[in-house]
């Protein structure tokens, strides 16, 4: 049964759309933030403390030649002594890199049960999830997207088309976010970077096995994972497998006003969508003396699914003038994709420092094929067919020598090569007669190369500084078939400092400051100038809600200069405040703007969506971040661990006149809260975390706005430890179904979607075998 609110928060069907401001900023329902804070600048930085130790046996005294050992004196009993060691926390890692880090650990990871990797993210700070509640989307850090986010898999970008959702948490050991880009981990990275570190090497034993059942709106979704760590021999091994299967069923209601020509159009559709897959990943580690070792690293993703859609519209007046549009709609669709990956890496003392070379080979193929129906007046026939494939290798090579005792020097060079091999089908027959046909057989390729050179030196005990210098260059190519060839060349500079200042040695305060240069790279699909029809054209119609697309080969980089300020502050009890400004101002703006174009093969101007670069632009926020335990604070108070974090985002492009004027997808800002409790007594544990997302309005051109409601998505869970070998963990999300809207206007047309969103419960079983 469809959970359609009665009415939207903006009736479109019933009102004019002419682009009145005072609407549109009434109709994003966007809070007020705070005015005033404008050229800000930095990032929020986190951190989780668990201190591990390792013991090592004191031996006794060696026994006097020729005799054995003297008995022990009665007042001098003999004792054994443990001399414990650690690896550095999350925390103290925060805390003592020059550059700002947060580490996210598997405790945080594996707290709330989630299924999906963005699921983790969206609590993390300043960081967004694009897409309704419950069905992942793009990652976003500062709430820029687009690319604004670089994102990498054990420090290696990731390619061949995968996707975060892809990955299931249990296959990752931590997370590591960096507000300001370095030298070593590439300037692609205006908002920032987050790099997902897949489970690491053996430690300790470990053989558990995950088994999970979830429900959302009647449907069932069961998965299963088993991660074992341990030696064999020389080698140390882990090993994770995991397996999912889901079905979901959608809903959404389009209306769409136009003025010209004239027409109301009102569309329910209900899809339905099934997907089952396998993941896998290993780290084989190879001692080979002398503080050299070889490590090897496979990878796969495996998916495929299928789903069913169908539709119903009406229209007012019944019969649209100039409009040949279908009132009912059914279609069925099928997808697989495939993803393998091979990394190796090799380290070996040299001259005084340490040698690390990396490498690896890739390969991806995703098909897709879709058919639909359309039934009105006429009857019209979509078909299309999409397998396109992707081999990636890439090499680095790195080298760290310590000068001194708080000097380290790093420099590197690294080449990525890869092949894009795509080919698509589309069919549309209109009453039996083949309408519109197209064939496109692109094949392209990139060459990426880089090197840099960082130093990281202590030059006081109060000041630590890390500076760097990063040249990257990028070449595509590609060739459509018909069309010409096309290629694009760029190259980038990116100069970076940081700092960190502590007024005392031992001091729990310390300020971070920033100083950088970085980039955005037009995507391979932006770059490349071929030009796809909407299905539209079957009808004979084209419009600027659904336009047809295009690449544009002329595109130049964006380049961003940065400044960062933090102040942290870190509490006895592995708690933390922070506070962190940043300030971004950015050239050549990349922007896909939908306007009129004269196409060959049309006797009439068609609205064509292309990426264009259309000026400057500024972003600026502030972010605060707290967690620590209650008791911590307050005494007597219960020892409840929090944690907050509030968001505030700010940007403008200078092209397009104001208000709304801001970079694309950048809400106004973002907010958790959340508090975790083991209970006195019981083997239990509980926790939540509410997650807040402003709605916000966005003027892309002059005659073109998208709106977005707000987004508010609450999550429970509860962890019953049977014994040590057996947990029992309850997961509810998405506890407030929240509906999603997203209005699109584009010059006299406006089209609002609306959908609901459904709650998600999980029981998993986690065993150590």
Not at 152 to 179: A, F, K
Not at 324 to 337: E, K, L, Q
Not at 681 to 699: A, Q
Not at 724 to 731: A, H, I, L, Q
């Amino acid at each position: 049964m469809s959970r359609y609110r009665s009415a939207s928060f903006t009736d479109h069907a019933q009102a004019s759309v002419a682009p009145d401001e005072g609407r549109l900023q009434s109709a994003a329902a966007t809070p007020m933030w705070p005015a005033g804070w404008r050229h800000a600048g930095v990032t929020v930085l986190t951190g989780l403390v668990s201190m591990a130790a390792a013991a090592q046996d004191a031996s006794p005294p060696a026994a006097p030649a020729g005799g054995a050992a003297p008995a022990p004196k009665p007042d001098a009993p003999s004792q054994r002594v443990e001399v414990t060691g650690a690896r550095q926390t999350d925390t103290d890692e925060r805390r003592q890199s020059t550059a700002a880090k947060i580490i996210v650990g598997r405790d945080e990871i594996e707290r709330f049960g989630d299924s999906s990797l963005g699921d983790v993210l969206k609590r993390l700070p300043g960081v967004t999830v694009g897409g309704n509640p419950g069905r992942g989307g793009a990652i976003r850090m500062r709430g820029l997207g687009g690319g604004y986010t670089q994102i990498l898999l054990d420090g290696e970008r990731v390619q061949g088309g995968l996707s975060l959702d892809s990955i299931d948490p249990e296959m990752v050991e931590r997370i590591e976010i960096l507000r300001a880009p370095t030298a070593e981990t590439g300037a692609r990275a205006v908002a920032g970077t987050i790099n997902i570190i897949t489970r690491e090497g053996f430690r300790k034993r470990l053989n558990d096995l995950k088994l999970g059942f979830g429900i959302e709106n009647g449907n069932t979704s069961p998965g299963a994972s088993w991660s074992r760590d341990d030696k064999w021999g020389d080698l140390n091994y882990n090993v994770t497998l995991n397996t999912w299967s889901w079905r979901r069923d959608d809903e959404s209601l389009v209306t769409t006003h136009s003025l010209a020509p004239s027409f109301d159009e009102i569309e329910r559709t209900e899809t339905t969508d099934r997907r089952h897959g396998l993941n896998f990943n290993a780290r084989l580690q190879f001692p080979m003396g002398e503080g050299a070792s070889l490590m090897l690293m496979p990878f796969m993703v495996f998916s495929e699914g299928g789903g069913a859609r169908q539709s119903d519209a009406d229209f007012t007046p019944a019969t649209p003038k100039d409009v040949d549009a279908y009132t009912r709609s059914v279609g069925d669709s099928d997808s697989r994709f495939m993803l393998a990956r091979l990394n190796g890496q090799w380290r070996q003392p040299v001259g005084g420092g340490r040698l690390e070379v990396r490498g690896g080979l890739g390969a991806s193929q995703s098909r897709n094929g879709s058919q639909r129906l359309q039934f009105g007046s006429d009857t019209t026939q979509v078909v299309e067919d999409t397998d396109s494939q992707e081999q990636t290798a890439h090499a680095n090579a790195k080298y760290t020598l310590l000068l001194g005792e708080s000097n380290n020097l790093v420099a590197g060079a690294e080449v990525d090569l890869g092949r894009r091999r795509e080919d698509s089908q589309t069919r549309i027959v209109f009453n039996d007669q083949l309408r519109y046909s197209s064939d496109e057989n692109l094949r392209a390729s990139t060459q990426r190369w880089a090197a840099y050179a960082q130093d990281e030196w202590n030059l006081t005990p109060q000041w630590a500084a890390h500076a760097g210098l990063r040249w990257e260059g990028i070449t595509t190519e590609g060739d459509g078939g018909d069309t010409l060839s096309e290629r694009n060349q760029s190259s980038v500079w990116t100069p970076l400092l940081h700092a960190v200042w502590k007024p005392e040695p031992k001091s729990r305060d310390q300020v971070r400051m920033s100083l950088t240069r970085s980039y955005r790279s037009p995507t391979l699909q932006n770059l490349l100038g071929r030009y796809n029809v909407s299905s539209s054209a079957a009808t004979g119609t084209n419009q600027p809600t659904s336009p047809d697309s295009a690449g544009n080969p002329n595109l130049r980089p964006e380049m961003a200069t940065g400044v960062d300020l933090a102040y942290e502050h870190y509490l006895s009890g592995g708690g933390m405040f922070s506070a962190n400004l940043f300030y971004r101002r950015i050239e050549d703006v990349m922007r896909t703007v939908t306007a009129l174009e004269e196409v060959p093969g049309f006797d009439d101007p068609r609205w064509v969506a292309r990426p264009q670069n259309i000026g400057k632009a500024s972003t600026q926020g502030l972010e605060l971040e707290a967690k620590f335990r209650l008791n911590e604070l307050v005494d007597d108070a219960p020892p409840v661990d929090l944690r907050a974090n509030v968001s505030l985002f700010r940007s403008s492009v200078d092209s397009v006149p104001g208000p709304n004027n801001r970079l694309d997808s950048q809400p106004g800002g973002t907010a958790n809260l959340g508090a975790d409790y083991r209970w006195p007594g019981l083997p239990l544990s509980l926790g939540g975390n509410f997650n807040y997302t402003p709605g916000y309005t966005t003027r892309l051109a002059e005659s073109q706005w998208l709106i977005q409601s707000a987004k508010r998505v609450l999550d429970a869970y509860v962890l019953w430890t049977v014994n040590p070998g057996m947990r029992v963990r309850v997961t509810a999300s998405n506890l407030l179904q929240q509906d999603a809207e997203t209005v699109s206007m584009v010059s006299d047309e406006t089209t609002d979607t609306l959908s609901p969103t459904f709650m998600n419960w999980r029981v998993q079983l986690e065993l150590k075998l």
